[in-house]
Nanobody, 126 residues
Framework: QVQLVESGGQLVQAGGSLRLTCAVS????????LGWFRQAPGKEREFVAA????????VYADSVKGRFTINRDNAKNTVSLQMNSLKAEDTAVYYC???????????????????WGQGTQVTVSS
């Protein structure tokens, strides 16, 4: 069984930065594509960013492109999301997810992922 635990969420002012980390248990970490999604109050969960098994390919939602960076450390079994120039509309619960057989074209779809964390709250004050 794969478990994902997010950390790093907190209250931050608009324009500030935050780094989220997701620790993934299991010995097959390098076999999973990894993604970050978020869900704001009253809204559906939306894709934020994803990274391939090797880390060589990344995909970002247009709303975060140029501000957020996803990285993975296959030695530490972690995936991170560096968030800069935060905006009030970035306020949401952020979830990390792992998928075993995710095609590049499907990185942004939540149904592509098999395992999910419990989420971490990010609040950006304006």
């Amino acid at each position: 069984q794969v478990q994902l635990v997010e950390s790093g969420g907190q209250l931050v002012q608009a324009g500030g930065s935050l780094r989220l980390t997701c620790a993934v248990s299991g010995r097959t970490f390098s076999k999973y594509a990894l993604g970050w999604f978020r869900q704001a109050p009253g809204k559906e969960r939306e894709f934020v960013a994803a990274i391939s098994k090797s880390g060589g390919n990344t995909v970002y939602a247009d709303s975060v492109k140029g501000r957020f960076t996803i990285n993975r450390d296959n030695a530490k079994n972690t995936v991170s999301l560096q968030m800069n120039s935060l905006k009030a509309e970035d306020t949401a619960v952020y979830y990390c997810a792992a998928g075993n057989f995710v095609r590049y074209s499907d990185y942004s779809y939540d149904y592509s992922y098999d395992y999910w964390g419990q989420g971490t709250q990010v609040t950006v004050s304006s």
